[in-house]
Structure formats: C-alpha cells, structure tokens
C-alpha cells in the first residue's frame, strides 16, 4: 500500500490508486467495518462450535494402513527382507569359508531364490 508513496510523489500516487480503483483502502475499510461489527460475535460462536468438536487420534493400524499407498513397507515385510538378506549373506560366507567361488556361489543363491 505504500509502495506508490517510495516511488511516486503525491500525485503520481494518488493517480496510480485511482486508476487501480482504489481496491485495497476499499478492501481495508470494509473489514474494518465487518470486524468491528455485531457480525465478531456470529463468528466467534461459529469458531467456538467447531474447537468444541475434538478430532480422533487414528490408530497405529490405520495409519499403516493409510502409509502404504504412499510407499512405507509394512515393518514385517521389512524384517522378512531384512532375515532373507541376512540368510543369504551368512551362506555366501560360509561357501567362501569352504573354498567355492564367490560368484558361482551367488548364483546359486540366486536361482535357488526364484
């Protein structure tokens, strides 16, 4: 709203605003008046009617629920993955520890898998 007054002098100011019609002192003098009117009350009663309606916590359950859609595995997919991994690795080590070539071995792990 000032920003004709830093860069425009007076009458170059009030030109700009009347060209714009004014919108924003009009805009400002309305809320003024709608905000220093009965209407508060009708408002804060409105207000006051809906924070009296307390909103429910969802459930662990639905959350997960509500989660996968947007790609967050469920936590014993995660753990399955997690002990097949595990599993694989251990075997691999095992193999190697044995003497058989690391590649053939996962290979084997592999197919074995599919």
């Given amino acids: ?16 605003w009347s060209r714009l019609y004014f919108y924003l002192h009009i805009g400002m003098a ?3 008046v709608i905000l220093k009117s009965p209407t508060v009350n009708l408002i804060k009663a409105e207000l006051k009617k809906r924070s009296n309606v307390v909103p429910q916590q969802p459930t ?11 790609g967050i595995p469920d936590e014993e997919v995660v753990v399955a993955d997690l002990q097949e991994a595990m599993e694989e690795i251990q075997e691999l080590k095992e ?3 044995a ?5 053939s071995a996962f290979k084997d792990i592999k197919a074995k898998r599919n």
């Fill in 1 to 16: 709203m000032s920003a004709p007054f830093v860069v425009l002098d007076f009458n170059n100011s009030i030109l700009l």
């Fill in 99 to 103: 003497g058989e070539r690391t590649d």
């Fill in 95 to 97: 193999r190697r520890m």
């Fill in 60 to 70: 662990r359950e639905q959350i997960r629920k509500e989660a996968l859609p947007f």
């Fill in 30 to 32: 309305g809320l003024y």
